[in-house]
Every structure is written in structure tokens, then in C-alpha cells.
């Protein structure tokens, strides 16, 4: 299985704050880089796919970007909304794999 | 709007088997694969598998072998997963998620506990 690994685990920003969260693939991945953002309550949302394709309805505050075996999301200018979790999933080969996850929290 | 309304919280012994299930609304629920994703207690998340409900072929995590069937009900666009044997380590959140990962449910928790 292609491992992922994201960082850093834990990412303390203020609002307005510019952060970028990174995922790392044990092997080469072509791209096939999605992103998830799951709430306290649980619930999961699909950010980004393709590296760097937003999902419907989700602000241009977030970016992706990378190629090979390094990728990264950005927000540009933090929300009180954004702070959550945040993690990578691979889909260039089964299974597909999530990263360890992101806590993004107020500082 | 799609949406998948997965059932409620179990409280089940070792050893015991499981059925959970993940009702979906709003598109055609023969078009799409139907994923299953479990998450334990603060750790990341797991690929446990997906059916294809149009003719219910499936496709599964090496790892769930043997501890997860799915299968679904077209008649009521309803997916299920049963997960069979139970332990400790199946104390876990299992999503159901439409195969384009959209559309998630809203998990389900499943305790395991004597």
C-alpha cells in the first residue's frame, strides 16, 4: 500500500493567517492527490481533487498543489470556519490511502 | 440533493457480527460504487472497500477480508456493510461515501464492548 504521510500533525494559526499543510506519498502518485476536511461534529467534506481542483462550493481561499510524491494544501487567509481537520487520500492505486491527518487549531 | 442517511450507533459484544446501513437519496443509486471508509478513535482513515450496486460486484481492502461484506438492496437504494467476528479493534466511525467522494454519510459509530 502507498503510504501518506502529512505535516506537521498538529498546525496552531491565527485568523487571516496564510498556512499550508503538506502530504508526502511513499512512491509517486501522478497527481491523483485528493483532499478532505472533517469537522469536530464528524462531518467530511471534500476539498480538493486532482491536486488541485476545487469541489463545488468551496472557497478560493484553498489551493493545491504538487506533482510526484509531494503535494500541499494552502489557505490563503484563515476562516473561523477552517479549523478542523484536514487530510491527503491517494487514489493512483488500491487501496487508497489517507494521510494521518492535519489538526488545524486557533492559536 | 444527495444525500446518504447511514443508520445509528451500535453497542455490540465480542464476537458478535454487525449490519449497518447507508441509505441513499437524490441521484440514481445504481450509477455509483458505494465506498465504505472506517476511522478509530483518533487515528486517520481506512479503506475498507466499495460495492457496485448496479450489479453488486465489490472490491475489497485485502485487510477487510473476511471481516466486511457489503451488499446492497436497489429496491430501497440502500447500501449495507456487515462486519462479522468483532473485537476491540472494530470499535471504529464507518462512513459510507458515493464513489465520485462527493457525498459522505455522516458515520456511524460502532462500539464493541462486553
Known amino acids: 500500500d502507498i503510504q501518506m504521510t502529512q505535516s506537521p500533525s498538529s498546525l496552531p494559526a491565527s485568523l487571516g493567517e496564510r498556512v499550508t499543510i503538506s502530504c508526502r506519498a511513499s512512491q509517486g502518485i501522478s497527481n491523483n492527490l485528493n483532499w478532505y476536511q472533517q469537522k469536530p461534529d464528524g462531518t467530511i467534506k471534500p476539498l480538493i481533487y486532482y491536486t488541485s481542483n476545487l469541489q463545488s462550493g468551496v472557497p478560493s481561499r484553498f489551493s493545491g498543489s504538487g506533482s510526484g510524491t509531494d503535494y500541499s494544501l494552502t489557505i490563503s487567509s484563515l476562516e473561523p470556519e477552517d479549523f478542523a481537520m484536514y487530510y491527503c487520500?491517494?487514489?493512483?492505486?488500491?487501496?487508497?490511502?489517507f494521510g494521518g491527518g492535519t489538526k488545524l487549531e486557533l492559536k | 440533493q444527495v444525500q446518504l442517511q447511514q443508520s445509528g450507533a451500535e453497542l455490540v459484544k465480542p464476537g458478535s457480527s454487525v449490519k449497518i446501513s447507508c441509505k441513499a437519496s437524490g441521484y440514481t443509486f445504481t450509477s455509483y460504487d458505494m465506498h465504505w471508509i472506517k476511522q478509530q478513535p483518533g487515528n486517520g482513515l481506512e479503506w475498507i472497500g466499495w460495492i457496485y450496486p448496479g450489479n453488486g460486484n465489490t472490491k475489497y481492502n485485502q485487510k477487510f477480508n473476511g471481516k466486511a461484506t457489503l451488499t446492497a438492496d436497489k429496491s430501497s437504494s440502500t447500501a449495507y456493510m456487515q462486519l462479522s467476528s468483532l473485537t476491540s479493534e472494530d470499535s471504529a466511525v464507518y462512513f459510507c461515501?458515493?464513489?465520485?467522494?462527493?457525498?459522505w454519510g455522516q458515520g456511524v459509530m460502532v462500539t464493541v464492548s462486553s
Open positions: 461515501a458515493r464513489e465520485d467522494l462527493k457525498y
Open positions: 487520500q491517494q487514489d493512483a492505486s488500491f487501496p487508497p490511502t
